[in-house]
């Protein structure tokens, strides 16, 4: 079998969770690739002083099987400038379409997101922020709708890149925005016993080292309208807060889908523009 199906494999079967794909060694890459600035922000005052002692045991790096040390796929995602460079899916390709349909030729704008996990978090969020609509109404005071609750859009793209799985090559985050919807693309399947239908129940995490590293990340973005003081809350607060907020705003349910066992698809609908009564239709700012 591939190694990259085997890793898979030894993923889902591994019950007493000896072997975590997001705690083994990048062995293209050096420990140096590490930057000071990225991790520095994982320390506490609980934390060992010595630098090398401390990224050891937050298994930033970790021993090869030749005992050699490298960076984690955790420490390269979190605390290397180009994660892409040796994990080379590991980013979001955005594309925004004008119209309902996934064509080329109605493409409004599109982006590569690279870098740190965190700021592949907030460069997608800005992503949406800029190119959905925001429609205003007078009733008599102005009010203005946005497409999109960008709190639900961050704990959506939160979701993506945290629990996506990262073992399978070839594929990326997907965010497609659409005048009528925003479809949100992660490699893998559901992780654990989890189903489509207890999602918005349970919590479970594929990639347990990078959500811990992700509930040390402070939020720091605009627009984003969260009391969460990090990331990432490890209580599974997530989906709920996307089904509520979203439907709100659209009065649709956001709906999940699984295709083919190996990528998981949100689709969350966009707002329309309300007709007041005296028949006028709300502007667009």
């Not at 990259?4 to 990048?26: G, K, M, N, P, Y």
């Amino acid at each position: 079998m591939p190694p990259d199906v085997l890793a898979r494999l030894f993923q889902q079967r591994s019950q007493t969770c000896i072997i975590r794909f997001d705690e083994q060694a990048v062995v293209t890459a050096a420990p140096d690739v590490l930057e000071r600035n990225l991790w520095i922000r994982f320390k506490t005052p609980l934390s060992p002083a010595d630098d090398l002692e401390f990224l050891q045991k937050m298994k930033l790096l970790t021993q090869d099987e030749e005992g050699g040390l490298h960076p984690s796929v955790s420490g390269i995602l979190a605390a290397s400038k180009n994660p892409e460079k040796y994990l080379p899916n590991a980013y979001v390709q955005a594309v925004c379409y004008r119209g309902t349909e996934r064509n080329a030729a109605y493409q409004e704008d599109a982006e590569d997101i690279f870098g740190p996990i965190d700021m592949q978090i907030r460069e997608t969020c800005r992503f949406v922020e800029r190119n959905m609509r925001v429609f205003a109404t007078k009733s008599p005071e102005r009010k203005d709708t946005p497409q999109y609750s960008m709190n639900a859009v961050f704990e959506a793209v939160v979701n993506a890149v945290a629990h996506r799985d990262y073992s399978i090559q070839g594929s990326k985050i997907r965010l497609h925005m659409f005048s009528d919807r925003l479809e949100l693309f992660s490699p893998g399947s559901i992780p654990n016993t989890m189903t489509i239908d207890s999602l918005i129940l349970r919590q479970a995490a594929r990639n347990e080292l990078l959500t811990s590293l992700l509930a040390r990340c402070p939020v720091s973005m605009e627009g984003i309208t969260t009391e969460r003081k990090f990331l990432m809350d490890k209580r599974g607060e997530g989906v709920p807060i996307i089904f509520s907020e979203s439907e709100k705003l659209s009065g649709k349910k956001p709906k999940y889908l699984l295709i083919d066992e190996t990528e998981l698809m949100l689709t969350i609908y966009a707002a329309q523009p309300t007709i007041s009564p005296e028949g006028e239709t709300a502007g667009e700012v």
